[in-house]
C-alpha cells in the first residue's frame, strides 16, 4: 500500500523569501509522484511530476522538486515566491496502476 | 474545450434525501475520477473508471454510486443523505493511467443537514 506524509498543514513566508513544502511517501513498488496545487475556490492542477529520468523537475513557474529514493521525500521548493503563490499544494503518489493517493495538502501564505 | 464540468455548484440537502452529481468532460478521457475533499484530510477517492461501463470502489465508497454509460459522463449518485457527506466534490478525468495529468473540474460543495 502506498501512503503520502505532508509534514507541513501551513507554511507561512515573506514575499521574496524561499520555500519548502515537505513530502514523503511510502511505496513498496516503483513510485510516480506528483505536485498539484489548488488556489482559493478551484479544483487542483498539476504543478509537476516525477516519473523517471532525472531526478530534479521544475515547474513552469519556478517551483521545483527533487525525488530522493533513499530518503524518500519530494520537497517542493521555490527560491523567492510572489503573492500569487497563495494557494494550498497537495502531494501525491501512484503505483501507476488505476489511481493517485493524495496527502493532506499545505497552506502557502505570503506575507507582503 | 470546456474541460471537467461539474454541475451544480452548490447544494443543501436534507438528511435522507437523494441526489446525483454530474461530471461530464469533453477531452475523451478514458479514466475518470471522483473524490471527496475536507478540510484538512485532503482528497479521498470514491470511485472511478477505467472506461465506459467499467468502475470500481475507491477509499470511501460508502453511501455513493456511480454508473458511466458514456465516455464523456461520470454521475455520482447520493442515496439517503447524511451529514457525514457533507464537503467539497471534484470529479476528474485523465486521458490513460494516473501518471497522465488529472484535470479536475471546479467541484461541488454539498451540505448535508
Known amino acids: 500500500a502506498q501512503s503520502v506524509t505532508q509534514l507541513d498543514s501551513q507554511v507561512p513566508v515573506f514575499e521574496e523569501a524561499p520555500v519548502e513544502l515537505r513530502c514523503n511517501y511510502s511505496s513498496s513498488v516503483s513510485v510516480y509522484l506528483f505536485w498539484y496545487v489548488q488556489y482559493p475556490n478551484q479544483g487542483l492542477q498539476l504543478l509537476l511530476k516525477?516519473?523517471?529520468?532525472?531526478?530534479l523537475v521544475e515547474s513552469i513557474n519556478g517551483f521545483e522538486a527533487e525525488f530522493n529514493k533513499s530518503q524518500t521525500s519530494f520537497h517542493l521548493r521555490k527560491p523567492s515566491v510572489h503573492i500569487s503563490d497563495t494557494a494550498e499544494y497537495f502531494c501525491?503518489?501512484?503505483?501507476?496502476?488505476?489511481?493517485?493517493?493524495f496527502g493532506s495538502g499545505t497552506r502557502l501564505s505570503i506575507r507582503p | 474545450n470546456a474541460g471537467v464540468t461539474q454541475t451544480p455548484k452548490f447544494r443543501i440537502l436534507k438528511i435522507g434525501q437523494s441526489m446525483t452529481l454530474q461530471c461530464t468532460q469533453d477531452m475523451n478521457h478514458n479514466y475518470m475520477y471522483w473524490y471527496r475533499q475536507d478540510p484538512g484530510m485532503g482528497l479521498k477517492l470514491i470511485y472511478y473508471s477505467v472506461g465506459a461501463g467499467i468502475t470500481d470502489k475507491g477509499e470511501v465508497p460508502n453511501g455513493y454510486n456511480v454508473s458511466r454509460s458514456t465516455t464523456e459522463d461520470f454521475p455520482l449518485r447520493l442515496e439517503l443523505a447524511a451529514p457525514s457527506q457533507t464537503s467539497v466534490y471534484f470529479c476528474?478525468?485523465?486521458?490513460?493511467?494516473?501518471?497522465?495529468?488529472?484535470?479536475f473540474g471546479p467541484g461541488t460543495r454539498l451540505t448535508v443537514t
Open positions: 476528474a478525468s485523465s486521458y490513460e493511467g494516473p501518471t497522465y495529468e488529472q484535470y
Open positions: 501525491a503518489v501512484s503505483d501507476g496502476a488505476s489511481k493517485i493517493i
Open positions: 516525477y516519473l523517471s529520468g532525472s531526478t
